[in-house]
């Protein structure tokens, strides 16, 4: 039987969820690993730094796509890092423009908020708003 580790220490020492690894290895991210005679996946130390690598890529929000092409980069490590420059960049805006987009709610959430009288809940602003969006700050959130 060939050295390695079973699917469950690999979950264990990557952070990665079995039923993940297992889509990954579907998906393409993760090769195939060799199976015992017994049909056990066998995992190296290298599929558990790519499955760290994976989990830490999508704790950062970078979509399946992303992370295909950053694998295939760190795969061929005597290029330029300028694909993965531009990657990070553009997750970077999409970060930002979710920003900007969460604090005109938090605004409006506010807004709401400062406005309500505890009165009647016909005059509530927070129904009122919710009603009719032409109550709204913003028109976009």
Do not use: W
């Not at 005679?37 to 796509?65: K, P, T």
């Not at 760190?74 to 531009?86: F, G, V, Y």
Request: hydrophobic share 35%; aromatic share 4%.
């Amino acid at each position: 039987m060939s050295v390695g580790l079973s699917i469950g220490e690999a979950a264990r020492q990557s952070g990665v969820k079995v039923p993940t690894i297992r889509f990954y290895e579907q998906i393409g991210l993760l090769p195939t690993p060799p199976r015992t005679d017994g049909n056990r996946r066998l995992y190296q130390d290298d599929d558990v730094r790519r499955l760290a690598f994976i989990r830490h890529s999508r704790e950062l929000g970078f979509d399946i796509e992303a992370i295909r092409t950053l694998l295939t980069l760190q795969d061929n490590p005597n290029q330029s890092c300028e694909r993965a420059d531009l990657i990070a960049r553009e997750r970077l805006r999409e970060v930002e423009e979710r920003i900007e987009r969460l604090m005109a709610l938090k605004q409006e959430l506010q807004a709401m908020i400062d406005n309500c009288s505890h009165g009647a809940l016909s005059e509530c602003r927070v129904i009122c708003n919710l009603a009719d969006h032409g109550n709204c700050i913003h028109h976009h959130h």
